[in-house]
């Protein structure tokens, strides 16, 4: 069905403000819907694909776009920026630091920061070689690929599960890492045993009808490997001491298969759920050449000449027909009108900001909590990894306090690669934090020394770590919202306040994913298009 045609941009404001004088606001509500220009009733009830902005919607309307300010140059707000640029919109972006992306940092040679701590670090990673400090995979149902695909930047296979890296829990006594393989063939096949011998003996017949239970036995069967006897073994999935090749060498199967009670003391089955998780499943994804491909794309779509860097925020006032936005840049205070506002910094630093947007939206502000993480690159001389242990890609588990070690899903087979060292957070974060970046490697590279060998620390080049808790203009990895970005105490952060809107992927279900900030750029974006369109 198409949509009703209208010769001038005039008749059809006219006939909108006619619908408004006979039926109201709602009705013209309604028949903007019906127009594309505001969501229908009916429409709010489920998910709409994203109707982006074009100059055709103030062009065929006689309307004239309004001006924008929006805090913060992260996902979020460059996302707003960009949306909105497509139907015309003076947009201005004040961001704090030196360089747009949030979250979103990769770190190369030559890139320096100082934390809140005092500690300043400069990168000396070799050309080609990065660490994303914050996001770093993709999974594939998430918008941010489409924005990807939009922008025009490559992306290529983030290796989140692979089967040769290791499992390691120091606590439960491991003496030596587990390939991955070998703790899934093991904890599948008890698994497998002990439900095929309870099923056999009857324990679920008041559950299964003897038809259904063989058709579990038959399926334990093969999902964990068992004999004619229902008997766990091992076998080729545990994996080989000398695999197979040419004609004469079958094979040796790798032996030693722990009990079961050895098995499930080991903790090491605590780990494969992951990658059940929606958000985890493979394949995922990420930007060749770095996360930050990302900004970089929407700071050129937007215009770097709309983005205001070192501009920290220092007041926002609602004037009622529109917005005040003082900030200082460079050692001096300045201001920005505009008539609306989108604020897309972290809730945690926006909290500080005086406003006159009332007491509600800053009780939901302070309702939001930060969270802690951090990420450590291990720059090598050589990729040991793929050389001594097979490995490409991929994380190994610990139960140390490093948590995750991130193998590259790039530059395979080059010279040298930089390893995350660690990957945690809470208070495991927050007690690296605390350290000098030297103490820091030294505690990294002696946990992974207990997994890989003593080539993690004598082919270690250099190292740099970066916490979010500690950075500037940010303090946090990813934020905590109680009772869900819907909670009624967040409805002056969900819809706007006077003249000013939020957004960010704290206001999302994906909150510490870039599709969380997308997705709500696109929430506030609509709502403030309908708002100019209704005005």
Request: proline share 4%.
């Amino acid at each position: 069905m198409t949509q009703p045609q209208y010769r001038s941009g005039t008749s059809r404001r006219s006939f909108l403000r006619n619908v408004g004088l006979t039926g109201g606001a709602g009705a013209m509500f309604a028949t903007m819907g019906a127009l594309g220009l505001a969501p229908t009733a009916q429409a709010a009830q489920r998910e709409q694909p994203f109707r982006a902005l074009s100059a055709s919607d103030f062009t065929l309307t006689g309307r004239a776009a309004a001006r924008v300010v929006i805090l913060g140059g992260g996902i979020a707000g460059l996302a707003t920026a960009y949306e909105l640029g497509k139907a015309g919109y003076d947009c201005t972006i004040l961001e704090a630091r030196d360089r747009t992306g949030g979250r979103n940092f990769t770190v190369r040679g030559g890139d320096s920061t100082t934390d809140l701590y005092g500690n300043t670090q400069t990168a000396r990673f070799a050309d080609g070689h990065y660490m994303n400090a914050g996001p770093a995979r993709i999974p594939q149902w998430m918008i941010t690929l489409d924005y990807c695909r939009e922008l025009g930047v490559p992306i290529q296979v983030f290796t989140n599960v692979n089967a040769d890296a290791y499992i390691y829990n120091e606590s439960a006594g491991m003496t030596k890492p587990e390939r991955y393989r070998t703790a899934k063939a093991d904890v599948y096949g008890y698994v497998s045993e002990l439900l095929a011998k309870a099923t056999n003996k009857g324990a679920l017949d008041k559950e299964l009808t003897a038809t259904d239970q063989e058709r579990l036995v038959e399926f334990l069967k093969d999902w964990g490997e068992l004999g004619d006897t229902l008997t766990y073994e091992g076998g080729e999935r545990r994996g080989y001491t000398t695999v197979p090749a040419a004609a004469g060498t079958p094979g040796v199967l790798l032996g030693d298969v722990p009990t079961a009670s050895a098995v499930l003391a080991s903790g090491v089955g605590r780990y494969f759920s992951f990658e059940f998780g929606f958000d985890q499943a493979m394949l995922m994804f990420q930007p060749v050449g770095g996360m930050d491909q990302i900004p970089k794309a929407l700071t050129r779509a937007i215009g770097a000449h709309r983005i205001r860097t070192g501009a920290a925020v220092s007041k926002i006032t609602d004037t009622g027909h529109g917005v005040t936005v003082t900030y200082t840049q460079g050692g001096r205070t300045k201001v920005v009108e505009a008539d609306y506002c989108v604020a897309a910094m972290p809730p945690n630093i926006l909290a500080k900001v005086p406003h006159n947007l009332g007491s509600g939206v800053q009780s939901a502000l302070e309702a939001v909590t930060p969270s802690s993480a951090a990420k450590i690159g291990l720059e090598y001389g050589s990729r040991w990894w793929e050389l001594d242990h097979n490995i490409y890609g991929g994380i190994t588990e610990t139960d140390q306090d490093v948590t995750h070690i991130w193998h590259p899903s790039y530059g395979f087979h080059g010279e040298r690669g930089v390893l995350i060292g660690y990957y945690n957070y809470d208070d495991d974060a927050d007690s690296y934090a605390k350290l000098t970046p030297a103490q820091r490697e030294q505690r990294a590279v002696a946990a992974g020394v207990k997994i890989y060998g003593d080539k993690y620390r004598t082919e270690l080049v250099s190292s740099f770590s970066h916490h979010w808790r500690q950075t500037p203009h940010l303090e946090a990895a990813w934020h905590d919202t109680p009772g869900g970005p819907d909670d009624a105490r967040y409805k002056p952060l969900n819809e706007p306040t006077g003249r000013v809107s939020f957004a960010g992927d704290w206001l999302s279900y994906t909150d510490a994913w870039q599709h969380g900030a997308f997705s709500s750029a696109r929430k506030a974006v609509t709502a403030l298009h309908t708002r100019v369109m209704t005005a």
